[in-house]
């Protein structure tokens, strides 16, 4: 089975995660593809095939060097795709030969995928590019990953001349709420070091990524009558903006690119009596990330010392490390033989930091060093995710010579 056979039937399983659920996975349709996946792994011979309770998909393809490479090497991709966009019945498309223009996704409904919003699709003229029909997500994130790996072990398996040392795959569920690793098995998955199949555009090659925090404001108010309101009330909506306003004004995600930092406000609600602000903290430099989880702390104080005592409470709570310390060690072996791999194919790599986490970030301060490869989707969580054939093609000629290094 072809990379675009797999992809455009695993497209077309609902997979969508979900927030706030106590429950792992969040959704139980993300078992169907697991199950699914379990099932071809099977039928392609790989060895110690298991998907466990927690919906994790597990599997080996067996040395065949004869035991000369005694480093385990893994691949990892996730199942579920964003909870931002509808993953049902995904209707995905193809244009052959892209001819630089727009690309109709729903003509009835005018929806068009067009260079002058997504100026990145001009390098892609002459290409297959895949689509949904506008109305859902595609899915590119990240059963594109899995379809490469799948490929992959295909191939591998099918050839049992070549020859490589013992290959581990996992596929995880649950990545998108930022819970993907949170009971995975290293000890199962049985790898030393690996590489997340879930990057962007071709070439992306990703192995450092943010710190993360979260952050959360709460403000006490009190709520008096406003005729009577004079030296009595304390709003704290309006202490809450207070508190937004004083945070950097240029630190914010749509002023910074590159190794900048920011400060998101993500969700702000209340009332008088009581308003809360959520935020997410970011930064690739360690010490310039404690320095904004101080910086939120303080002026939560500053506020408190204005307002009253108790007026501002300030949470945070670390939720992942950028991976960088963790794989420079292995360095040579995991990035620079990526990016060689990449070059034998005239591909340019694309060695940038990530400006958001993986699975591989959390994996690597598990133990396990896991940079990031590229999958050749773009514009993920949203209708106009699309992929590359070509690239995704590419991608799974990369994993192979990986394998076989």
């Given amino acids: 089975m072809e990379v675009l056979e797999r992809f455009l039937k695993y497209v077309k399983v609902d997979t969508q995660s979900a927030e706030d659920r106590e429950e792992f996975p969040s959704t139980d349709k993300q078992k169907v593809l697991g199950k699914m996946l379990k099932e071809e792994l099977e039928a392609l011979g790989a060895a110690d095939v ?35 966009a509808s993953g ?50 595609l899915g590119v994130d990240d059963k594109a990953g899995v379809s490469e790996i799948m490929t992959m072990a295909e191939y591998l398996l099918s050839h049992p001349e070549v020859e490589h040392g013992t290959i581990a795959i996992a596929f995880t569920p649950d990545e998108e ?4 690793v ?21 070439g ?18 009190v709520n008096v009558h406003p005729g009577e309101a004079k030296n009595k009330m304390k709003n704290a909506i309006r202490i809450g903006m207070e508190y937004d306003c004083m945070l950097p004004e240029g630190e914010k995600p749509e002023l910074t690119e590159g190794y900048e930092g920011f400060f998101h406000l993500m969700h702000f609600s209340g009332d008088v009596e009581e308003a809360k602000l959520v935020y997410i903290i970011r930064d690739h ?9 101080a910086m939120a702390e303080n002026i939560g104080r500053r506020l408190d010392i204005l307002y009253g005592g108790n007026t501002v409470e300030t949470e945070i709570k670390d939720s992942y490390y950028n991976m960088k310390e963790k794989i420079e060690p292995d360095f040579y072996y995991l990035v620079e033989n990526a990016a060689s791999e990449m070059e034998k194919l005239g591909i340019k790599p694309l060695i940038r930091p990530i400006r958001g986490g993986t699975d591989g970030a959390r994996l690597s301060f598990m133990g396990l060093p896991c940079p990031n490869i590229f999958t050749g989707g773009h514009n993920f969580h949203g209708r106009f995710e699309y992929c590359i054939l070509e690239s995704m093609e590419a991608v799974v000629k990369i994993l192979i010579g990986l394998c076989t290094a």
Avoid at 177 to 180: N, S
Avoid at 285 to 290: L, M
């Fill in 204 to 221: 992306e090659l990703e192995y450092e990524n943010f710190n993360a925090a979260a952050l959360t404001v709460t403000v006490h108010g």
């Fill in 285 to 293: 430099d360690r010490a310039k990330f404690e320095q904004k989880k």
């Fill in 177 to 180: 709420v930022g819970r993907g």
């Fill in 182 to 202: 949170d009971f995975f098995n290293l000890k199962q998955f049985g790898a030393d070091v690996a590489y997340t199949v879930d990057g962007g555009g071709l």
């Fill in 88 to 137: 049902e019945g995904v209707k995905p498309q193809i244009t052959k030969d892209y001819d630089g223009g727009d690309i109709v996704l729903n003509g009835e409904k005018g929806i068009f995928l067009s260079p002058a919003e997504y100026p990145e699709l001009a390098a892609y003229q002459g290409k297959t590019i895949i689509t949904s029909d506008g109305t859902t997500l």
């Fill in 50 to 84: 298991v998907m466990d309770d927690n919906g994790y998909v597990y599997a080996k393809i067996p040395a065949t060097d004869g035991g000369k490479k005694k480093q385990v090497l893994g691949f990892l991709s996730h199942m579920d795709t964003s909870p931002d």
